[in-house]
């Protein structure tokens, strides 16, 4: 996608940092924000937890700012774990979507170890409890992840490189247990600065991520590795990994309210929570290791 929002709290505020202007949104004032998409097979879980209040200095915008203090637990109705905050530099903040993988599954002010890791076909119920005795509720049942039929771990794809070269497509064929209501495939690049353009005949430009949503395999072909530094674009040779993931019904719905071209409704704005805005979500994704060679 061309940087779609896909959190609320860029909906809600003009955040410096986002690379598009917000989806408008009503304005709502002072408010709670928790953004939080558990993943299958993870041994740990993290919330973002934000509160967004008018910024003082410019008319109609918000600054979000983090929420200390608050108790944060995960519970699967027979274990609970109690998240706490999160001491890594850098992560109670917003996290954009950058091609590579969601931004519904990176950062977060609170994160920590789930009992017995995060499992397929279990609802997890996630409670907050606010300093100021507030309690945010949530509920999600994780998806199965889908397995991937082709290509194999290891195949080599084809980038584009000279002009009058067409790389060979790509087909990505996966089976679910059962429809998947929103799926995204992306090509991550572990370690480089890198974003791979998968092209499909629709779009001659290339997509940093498909909606596979309702298909059950993609067609596509690399159609240009935008790495920004020259140096890095010259290498022959690219470890990678074909990223398929399927969500849950919520952070479906989610996406697709965030998605609307004219703009979010606030009534849809909390979406598997109540006491906040935002979104508490499950996904499964499964990774495949493959090697993108620059035709020369």
């Known amino acids: 996608m061309s940087m779609r929002m896909v959190m609320v709290l ?23 924000v928790l953004n939080s998409v558990i993943n299958a097979g993870a041994a740990q879980a993290a919330v973002l937890l934000v509160r967004v209040v008018p910024d003082s200095n410019y008319r109609n915008q918000s600054v979000a700012r983090p929420l200390p203090g608050a108790i944060v637990t995960l519970s699967d109705g027979t ?24 931004s519904a599954l990176v950062g977060g002010c609170y994160a920590g170890s789930v009992a017995g890791g995060v499992r397929t076909g279990v609802t997890y119920s996630l409670d907050v409890q606010l300093p100021d005795g507030k309690r945010i509720h949530g509920t999600t049942t994780v998806p199965a992840p889908p397995t991937l039929r082709s ?14 070269f067409n790389p ?15 799926v995204h495939l992306v090509m991550f690049l572990p370690n480089l600065p890198c974003e791979a353009h998968m092209r499909q005949p629709q779009n001659a430009d290339g997509n940093l991520r498909i909606d596979a949503t309702g298909r059950d395999s993609v067609t596509f072909r690399l159609s240009a590795l935008d790495c920004g530094d020259q140096n890095i674009e010259r290498r022959p040779r690219f470890d990678a990994q074909l990223v398929l993931t399927v969500f849950d019904e919520s952070y479906a719905r989610y996406d697709k309210e965030f998605s609307r071209s004219s703009g979010v409704r606030s009534r849809y704005a909390a979406i598997g929570i109540t006491g906040a805005v935002g979104v508490f979500g499950s996904a499964a994704t499964v990774r495949l290791p493959v090697v993108l060679v620059r035709q020369r």
Do not use: H, K
């Open 10 to 32: 860029c909906a809600l505020s003009s955040v410096a940092a986002c690379e598009r202007a917000p989806t408008p949104i009503e304005f709502l004032g002072d408010q709670i």
């Open 79 to 102: 274990n609970s774990s109690t998240l706490p905050p999160n001491r890594t530099p850098g992560r109670c903040s917003y996290p954009l979507y950058a091609g590579q993988q969601d």
């Open 151 to 164: 290509p194999a771990s290891g195949d080599t794809l084809q980038v584009a490189g000279p002009p009058d």
């Open 168 to 182: 060979a497509p790509v087909l990505v064929n996966w089976t679910t247990v059962v429809p998947a209501p929103l």
